[in-house]
C-alpha cells in the first residue's frame, strides 16, 4: 500500500514564525501536491513538484514555497506565519505509470492553527 | 480552463435511502474523473475514478458513478446508506498533461440520519 505519511497531526504556531511542514512518500511517486482545505472552498493547490528539486506554483502559493531535495520527501514552508494561513493542509503523490491513472494519495493531514 | 461544480453543500438522508451526490465537469477533453472521501479528521481516499473504460464505474464501499458525456456529470450513488458513509465527498477532474494536477469541487458533507 502506498503511504503519505505528514509529520505533525496538529500544530499551533504563533503569527510570524518560520513553519516547516514535512511529507514522505514511500512508493518512488515522481509527483508530488500540496493543498490546503477550507470549509466551502474545497481543497486548493498550493504547489507541486514532478521531480527532485522541480516545483511549480499552484493556485495559491502567496506566502508559500517548497523544498524537493529527495525523491520522497516534499516540505511546504511558511516563511512568517499569519492567521489566515490557519487551515488544514494536505500532501498528496501520484506516478506517472499507466497503471495508476494518475490517482494522487493522501497524508492524514496537518491541522495548522496560528495565534 | 477545466472545472468541478458540485451541488449542494450539505445533503441529508435517511439510513438505508438513497445516497445521489451530483458532481459536474466543465473540460474541452475527455477528462479524468475521480470521486474522493474524507471521514472526520483524515486525508483524503479515492472511492472511484473514470478514465474512459466504462461509462458506470463500480468503487469501494457499495459506491458507484456514472459517466455521461452529453450532460458532463458524473454523480456519485449509493442505493442504501448506512452511518458509515457520513463524510465529506469530493468530486476531482485530472489536468491534462504529465503533471496529473487535479481541481477538486468545494466538496458535499453527506450526513446520514439513523
Known amino acids: 500500500d502506498v503511504k503519505v505519511t505528514q509529520s505533525s497531526r496538529y500544530l499551533v504556531k504563533r503569527t510570524g514564525e518560520k513553519v516547516f511542514l514535512e511529507c514522505v512518500q514511500d512508493m518512488d511517486h515522481e509527483n508530488m501536491f500540496w493543498y490546503r482545505q477550507d470549509p466551502g472552498l474545497g481543497l486548493r493547490l498550493i504547489y507541486f513538484?514532478?521531480?527532485?528539486?522541480?516545483?511549480e506554483k499552484g493556485d495559491i502559493p502567496e506566502g508559500y514555497s517548497v523544498s524537493r531535495e529527495k525523491k520522497e520527501r516534499f516540505s511546504l514552508i511558511l516563511e512568517s506565519a499569519s492567521t489566515n494561513q490557519t487551515s488544514m493542509y494536505l500532501c498528496?503523490?501520484?506516478?506517472?505509470?499507466?497503471?495508476?491513472?494518475?490517482?494522487?494519495?493522501f497524508g492524514p493531514g496537518t491541522r495548522l492553527t496560528v495565534l | 480552463a477545466q472545472s468541478v461544480t458540485q451541488l449542494g453543500s450539505h445533503v441529508s438522508v435517511s439510513e438505508g435511502a438513497l445516497v445521489l451526490l451530483r458532481c459536474n465537469y466543465s473540460s474541452s477533453v475527455p477528462p479524468y474523473l475521480f470521486w474522493y472521501v474524507q471521514y472526520p479528521n483524515q486525508g483524503l481516499q479515492l472511492l472511484l475514478k473514470?478514465?474512459?473504460?466504462?461509462?458506470l464505474v463500480k468503487g469501494i464501499n457499495g459506491f458507484e458513478a456514472e459517466f455521461k458525456k452529453s450532460e458532463t456529470s458524473f454523480h456519485l450513488t449509493k442505493p442504501s446508506a448506512h452511518m458509515r458513509d457520513a463524510a465529506e465527498y469530493f468530486c476531482a477532474v485530472r489536468y491534462g498533461g504529465a503533471t496529473n494536477k487535479l481541481i477538486f469541487g468545494t466538496g458535499t458533507l453527506l450526513a446520514v440520519q439513523p
Open positions: 473514470y478514465t474512459s473504460a466504462a461509462t
Open positions: 513538484s514532478y521531480d527532485v528539486k522541480m516545483k
Open positions: 498528496a503523490s501520484s506516478s506517472l505509470t499507466s497503471r495508476e491513472n494518475n490517482e494522487q494519495f
